[in-house]
């Protein structure tokens, strides 16, 4: 299963960015995608999962400002993040949890994408 990103860049102070993650290969089913975050020198964070059914998690660092939604028929998630802060800055991974066409169980990650906030 292979999970591919897009939608990183640099953006200023209170602007906004939408992050995009599709999964592809032989999947039978994801139960749960999120987003994680890791900025130098600090250890990967969790930002935001969303279940099958539409359950979602967030960080109280985000709260109010990102929200994650998915397409299950199109295997996506997506990450809106508004009113962006300087400590948002880090490079975000997309994670997938599901199985796969022969009913075993993987955890997937992206690539990552950068996401830079300054003036």
């Known amino acids: 299963v292979q999970l591919v990103e897009s939608g990183g860049g640099l953006v200023q102070p209170g602007g906004s960015l939408r992050l995009s993650c599709a999964a592809s290969g032989s999947i039978f089913h994801i139960y749960v995608m999120g987003w994680y975050r890791q900025a130098p020198e600090k250890q990967r964070e969790l930002v935001a999962t969303v279940t099958d059914g539409g359950i979602t998690n967030y960080a109280d660092s985000v709260k109010g400002r990102f929200t994650i939604s998915r397409d299950n028929a199109k295997n996506t998630v997506y990450l809106q993040m508004n009113s962006l802060k300087p400590e948002d800055t880090a490079v975000y991974y997309c994670?997938?949890?599901?199985?796969?066409?022969?009913?075993?169980?993987?955890?997937?990650w992206g690539q990552g994408t950068q996401v830079t906030v300054s003036s």
């Open positions: 994670k997938a949890d599901g199985s796969d066409s022969e009913r075993r169980l993987f955890a997937s």
